[in-house]
Each structure stands twice: as structure tokens, then as C-alpha cells.
């Protein structure tokens, strides 16, 4: 079987037939040049099908097309106002975020390992979760007017539940035979709850942050359609208020390439700083 | 010296009690190597938990020394089957050990002289900062080794240690556990269903019937110089003995799956 195959690749060569899949073939080498080369055209295929489409089959006041669009954009870039929306709204999404997910973590921890408290509290959580940002809007608004408070109030509320039910998860599953061992070892109850049990959590919690993290781009949007003077979600009601679908489309694009750079960012800092509590090697 | 007497263990849950094990007696001296023999579910691993202190005995007694046991010990550290969640995938090797010596409380200054010591008894020292992810399941399952022998304990229990191995490695894994036990003298408990391992390692097995109400039915006392060939007339009787012993059982645990 070896001849056969290496007498295929010297007929190869003498001929140089297979030069051009042979091209293919070092291009395909590299994944990450593929994948980049392959993400760019689908970018480009698109947009172009997005250019022809609305220049001659939709209405392009409806759907404007993407040239129009970025000529739109590069005032709003130049002078400043897309960046300072964007900004005002990922304070918002960052503040709420953090603090949401720090809450949802002390917490989550002490029901995962309080029996009592659990049992007491989960069913209240329970509930309580099937109140989505979106649906608590109103109430913010009464609560803590339109200013920044009712929008970090909201980030959190999403954040919190998420981040408490995957961190609580998290610390159940915490494999017992890790805890034994520790136990043998002579660890006390808080080194195995600190060193063993917690840390074990983590790639759970990672899971819920960053589910948190999409629904926070999910709810600051519709928060500050409904309840704010600043954002992009204001950006986005006041340009349909005045009919901007430019502005409007200028809008949600930048929403995709913030939401992306954001969950890129945030796999970049697990990587780097929780890569080693990511990997299981358990059997079971 | 480990004394079980008459113990018995009953697990409740809602759907009544079963009683795992009903007048199991046994008595292990220091730096004796003992393997638990029997099918699944003849309570072996029952035993090993209750010698290790993770779970308390329903009737009867377990002692270490003079002292019932109530707890995990120090004293009595277990190696359990699957090495991957036994050991803390987030530290390597390294760090692993570290982890035991510092739960511990033994003097820094000695770290890296009981670090090195344990790591080059199993053949580790090279791959001190490889994480558990990167090692080869034998290669895990002698680092588990490692660090439970860094805390120095006076019995060795283990799970099945060598069960998910191939069987090669499982024939040097037991090369490497024979060569330590010889060199430090420690009691171990080994816990095991494959007959052949039972007979290379053991100086005693304890052979146990299928649950409920797991008893001890026979000791057999194998004195046999090691390391043992299988091949040997001796060890093929005895082979042969214990396969008679353990069958009975497997057809009445087959003849119990198909009446449900």
C-alpha cells in the first residue's frame, strides 16, 4: 500500500498536473488564514447581495443600502456622537454586568452549598426569573426615574439570575470524589470550599457570564429606547422618530460589532486568566 | 491495624432500605497488602468508604488503631478510580503535590524535597509543570499516587485504581505500586473485581458476595514470593479456585436482573 502511494506522489510531481490543488492544499494548510479568508468573503458576499437587493428590489428608503449607510456613518464617527453613545451605553452594560455577576456569584455559591437556604430561597428565584429586563422597564422607571440608576438596576437584574442559576449548578456538581480527596488529604470544610469546590465552579460560571453578557446587549437596548436621553438605544428611537433609517441602520450595525468585540474581548481575559480552570480530564 | 467487626451498612431512600452489607468482619494488619474481591455491587467499595470515613457504618464497629473511625483521617488516605476528578485539573502536577503539603501544614522549607522525592517514585519528575488534561491516564493515576504518598499516610485505600487502564499499563501500574509498597511498608486496601490483579498483589484477598447483605465468604492467604506469573501452576489453581467462588454469585445476580 505504501508504493502505491508514493509511486502517486512522484507521477505527480514529474508531471506537475497537480500544481493547482496542490495550491489549494498549502492555502488550506493554514486554518486561521481559511477561516479568516472565508469569514471576510462571507462579509463581502453579503453586503454586496445586501447592496444589490435594496438598490433594485426593495425600497431603499426601507432597507438603504450598505454605501449609503457608511456614508451616513462617517459623520456620526468623525464627529464623536456614535462613540459617546456607545460609551454612555457600555458604562451602563459594564456596571450593571459587574455587579450583577458578582451578586449572582455570592450568591449562587452560598445556595449551592446551604441546603436550607436553597431550599428556601429557589423557589422565589424560580419565579422571579421569568421577569426579563425588558418587563421590569416600567417599574425601573418609577423606581429610579430615567437617569442612570434604573438602567444599571435593569443590566443587573438580567445579569444576576443567569450568573446565580449557572453558579449554583456549578458548585452542586462539584465532583465528590475531588472533595474526598482533599478531605483525606487533610484539607479543613472551608480549604475544600475555597480550594476545591469553588475553583471546580468556574468554567460553570464563565457559561453564565457570558450568556449574562448577550442578554445585557439584549436588554440595554430596549432600556434606553423606553427610558433614557442617551445611548444607543436612543440613538436608535430618535432616528425612527424622525424616520432615519440611515441613522437607524448606523445604529444596529454598531449593536453586531459591539456585541462582538465585547464576547471577543471577554474570551480573551478567560483565556488568559482562567484558561487552566477551563479544561475537565474527569472520566465521568 | 485496621478492624472492621460485624459491621453492617443499610442505605435508606424512598423506595425502602437496602441492606449493603450485614456482618462484614476482617482485621488488616499494619503493612499488610489486602485486595477486596467480588462482582459489582458486592459492597467492596462500601467497605473502602467506610475504612476511609466517608460513610458511617449502620451497626458494628471500624477501627484504625485503638480509635473508631469517625471521619476522614489523615492517617488513611483513598485513590479512587477515576484520577481525572480525584485530582484538581486547574494546578499541574507540580501544584498538585503542593496542594496536599499545604492542606497538610507542612513546613515550606520541605516542599521541594518530599515534591521531588514522590515525583521521581513515580516516574513524574520530568512532567512537574504538565497539567492533569496533558498526562496519560496511567501517567494520572501515578501522579494521584504521588500525592497521596506525599502526605505520608499509614494505609493506602484504593478504588480500583488501575480499572480504566489498558491492560498494559495496568500490568506496570501494578510493577510500580508492588516496587513502593516493598520500599515504604504501608498498608494497603485494594479494592478490585479482576481476579489475576487480586492474585499479583495481594498478600491476602477477601472475597465478598454479591449485595444485598454482603458478606465476606472466604480470606485466602496467598504466600506466593512476587512478582507471580499467572502461567505458574500455583497461581492458575488458585485462579481457578476464586473463579469458582465468585461464579455462583454472577449467575444469581444475572437470574435477579432478569426477574425484574
Known amino acids: 500500500m505504501s508504493t502505491v502511494y508514493s509511486r502517486e506522489g512522484r507521477s505527480a510531481e514529474e508531471t506537475g498536473e497537480a500544481s493547482a490543488p496542490r495550491r489549494w492544499q498549502a492555502w488550506a494548510a493554514f486554518p486561521a488564514v481559511r477561516k479568516l479568508s472565508l469569514a471576510a468573503a462571507s462579509l463581502l458576499i453579503g453586503f454586496c447581495t445586501w447592496q444589490v437587493l435594496s438598490t433594485y428590489v426593495f425600497n431603499p428608503f426601507l432597507i438603504p443600502p450598505p454605501l449609503d449607510v457608511f456614508r451616513t456613518a462617517i459623520p456620526m464617527l468623525a464627529s464623536g456622537e456614535i462613540l459617546s453613545d456607545v460609551t454612555i451605553s457600555m458604562v451602563r452594560v459594564l456596571v450593571g454586568f459587574t455587579t450583577g455577576s458578582l451578586a449572582g456569584v455570592i450568591m449562587g455559591v452560598l445556595l449551592g452549598r446551604v441546603r436550607l437556604l436553597h431550599d428556601l430561597l429557589d423557589p422565589i428565584m424560580e419565579l422571579l426569573r421569568y421577569l426579563s429586563p425588558t418587563a421590569m422597564i416600567p417599574i425601573a422607571v418609577i423606581w429610579f426615574g430615567i437617569g442612570e440608576m434604573s438602567k444599571y438596576f435593569l443590566i443587573f437584574w438580567g445579569t ?91 445604529a444596529l450595525l454598531t449593536i ?25 480530564v474527569s472520566q465521568t | 491495624m485496621l478492624r472492621v467487626t460485624n459491621i453492617r451498612k443499610i442505605y435508606q431512600s424512598v423506595r425502602g432500605s437496602y441492606v449493603a452489607l450485614d456482618g462484614v468482619s476482617l482485621t488488616i494488619d499494619d503493612g499488610e497488602f489486602v485486595c477486596l474481591l467480588g462482582a459489582s455491587g458486592c459492597g467492596k467499595s462500601t467497605l473502602l468508604n467506610i475504612l476511609a470515613g466517608f460513610e458511617p457504618v449502620s451497626g458494628g464497629t471500624a477501627t484504625f488503631g485503638d480509635a473508631p473511625i469517625t471521619g476522614p483521617g489523615r492517617e488513611r488516605v483513598m485513590f479512587f478510580q477515576d484520577s481525572g476528578s480525584a485530582l484538581l485539573p486547574w494546578l499541574s502536577v507540580e501544584e498538585n503535590i503542593r496542594f496536599a503539603l499545604r492542606v497538610r501544614k507542612i513546613p515550606k522549607a520541605e516542599w521541594a524535597g518530599i515534591t521531588k522525592r514522590y ?111 499467572l502461567a505458574d501452576a500455583k497461581v492458575a489453581r488458585l485462579f481457578g479456585e476464586i473463579e469458582d467462588l465468585l461464579t455462583p454469585d454472577l449467575i444469581r445476580l444475572d437470574e435477579r436482573l432478569e426477574a425484574h
Not at chain 1, 201 to 214: D, E, N
Not at chain 1, 225 to 249: D, E, H, K, V
Not at chain 2, 154 to 164: G, I, S, T, W, Y
Open chain 1, 160 to 250: 444576576f439570575f443567569i450568573v446565580l442559576i449557572n453558579t449554583t449548578a456549578g458548585v452542586w456538581r462539584a465532583p465528590l470524589t475531588r472533595q474526598r480527596a482533599a478531605a483525606c488529604l487533610g484539607a479543613s470544610r472551608l480549604q475544600i470550599f475555597v480550594l476545591v469546590i469553588v475553583p471546580s465552579a468556574v468554567p460553570y460560571i464563565v457559561t453564565g457570564m457570558r450568556v449574562a453578557m448577550a442578554s445585557s446587549f439584549m436588554s440595554i437596548i430596549p432600556a434606553e429606547i423606553l427610558a433614557a436621553n442617551s445611548g444607543i438605544g436612543y440613538l436608535l428611537q430618535q432616528s425612527s422618530l424622525l424616520l432615519q433609517t440611515n441613522r437607524i441602520f448606523v
Open chain 2, 119 to 229: 515525583l521521581e517514585m513515580v516516574g513524574l519528575d520530568t512532567h512537574r509543570n504538565k497539567f492533569p488534561a496533558e498526562l496519560s491516564g496511567g501517567m494520572r493515576q501515578r501522579l494521584q499516587i504521588a500525592r497521596g504518598l506525599a502526605v505520608e499516610p499509614n494505609v493506602l485505600l484504593m478504588d480500583e485504581p488501575f480499572a480504566a487502564l489498558d491492560a498494559l499499563t495496568r500490568r506496570r501500574m501494578h510493577k510500580v505500586l508492588l516496587d513502593i509498597w516493598q520500599r515504604i511498608g504501608k498498608t494497603i486496601v485494594f479494592v478490585t473485581h479482576d481476579i489475576a490483579e487480586a492474585i499479583s498483589l495481594a498478600d491476602r484477598i477477601a472475597v465478598m458476595s454479591v449485595g444485598p447483605r454482603s458478606v465476606i465468604t472466604k480470606v485466602i492467604e496467598i504466600d506466593l514470593p512476587r512478582p507471580r506469573d
Open chain 1, 256 to 280: 453586531c460589532v459591539l456585541g462582538f468585540i465585547v464576547d471577543r474581548i471577554f474570551r480573551l481575559i478567560v483565556d488568559k486568566v482562567l484558561a487552566r480552570y477551563m479544561s475537565f
